[in-house]
C-alpha cells in the first residue's frame, strides 16, 4: 500500500493503473484528476478503485475509497470541481449498461449523482465494489449509517421532485412497471 501524501509520480502512475483495473477500467483523460488525489485524500483514507464518465458534459473521475465516493474534473487548463459523498449517505446505486458504455447512479436521500459513458466492463464492477465498501463501512459502525433517519414528510416540491426523477428512471428503461408503481406508491404515501 502506498503513502499518497509522500508518492512519487511514477507510484501514482503504477497505483493508477491498479486501481483502474479493480473496476475493469483504464479511465481516459482523467490522470491529472488522480494526481490531484493526494490532496484530497484524509490520512488514512484507503482508495479502493477508480473509473470515469461523464457527467454533464465533461469528463470525471470517480474514485471509491473506503469511505466515499469522489468524483473529480480538474479542468483543461485551471480549476478543479469535486463532490464527495460519503459512504454512509448512499442509499442506492443502480447501474445501467448499453452496447458499449453504461452508467452508474448513486443516490442519496436528497440528489442523484449519474455518471454517464462509464466503459460497460466496468459498469458493474464498480457498482459492486461501492455496494461491498457500503456493506463493509455499515459493519464496521454496527449498522449505525443503515439506521440513518431522514425527514419523513418531503415538502410537496421535493415529492414532485421525486416523482419526476422516479418517471425518468420508468421512461430510461431503469425501472419495470411493477418498481414504478411501488416506488410511486412509497413516494406519495409520505
Given amino acids: ?106 443516490s442519496t436521500a436528497g440528489q442523484d449523482y449519474t455518471i454517464e459513458n462509464v466503459m460497460k466492463g466496468a459498469v458493474i464492477p464498480f457498482t459492486n465494489l461501492v455496494n461491498s465498501a457500503r456493506e463493509r463501512l455499515s459493519d464496521a459502525d454496527g449498522g449505525l449509517a443503515a439506521s440513518r433517519e431522514y425527514p419523513v414528510e418531503p415538502a410537496p416540491m421535493e415529492m414532485i421532485i421525486q416523482l419526476e426523477k422516479l418517471a425518468s428512471l420508468k421512461e430510461r428503461g431503469i425501472l419495470s412497471d411493477e418498481e414504478f408503481s411501488t416506488q410511486k406508491a412509497r413516494i406519495l404515501a409520505m
Fill in 1 to 106: 500500500m502506498i503513502n499518497y501524501k509522500t508518492a512519487t509520480l511514477e507510484e501514482l502512475k503504477i497505483e493508477f493503473k491498479r486501481l483502474s483495473k479493480q473496476a475493469g477500467d483504464m479511465p481516459l483523460g482523467t490522470r491529472k484528476e488522480f494526481y490531484h488525489l493526494p490532496a484530497i485524500l484524509e490520512n488514512d483514507e484507503t482508495p479502493l478503485a477508480v473509473a470515469s464518465g461523464l457527467m454533464g458534459s465533461n469528463t470525471w473521475l470517480i474514485t471509491l475509497t473506503d469511505r466515499r465516493v469522489l468524483f473529480l474534473d480538474k479542468g483543461m487548463v485551471f480549476g478543479l470541481k469535486q463532490v464527495t459523498i460519503d459512504l454512509a449517505d448512499i442509499v442506492s446505486v443502480d447501474c445501467r449498461t448499453r452496447m458499449m458504455t453504461g452508467s452508474i447512479t448513486l
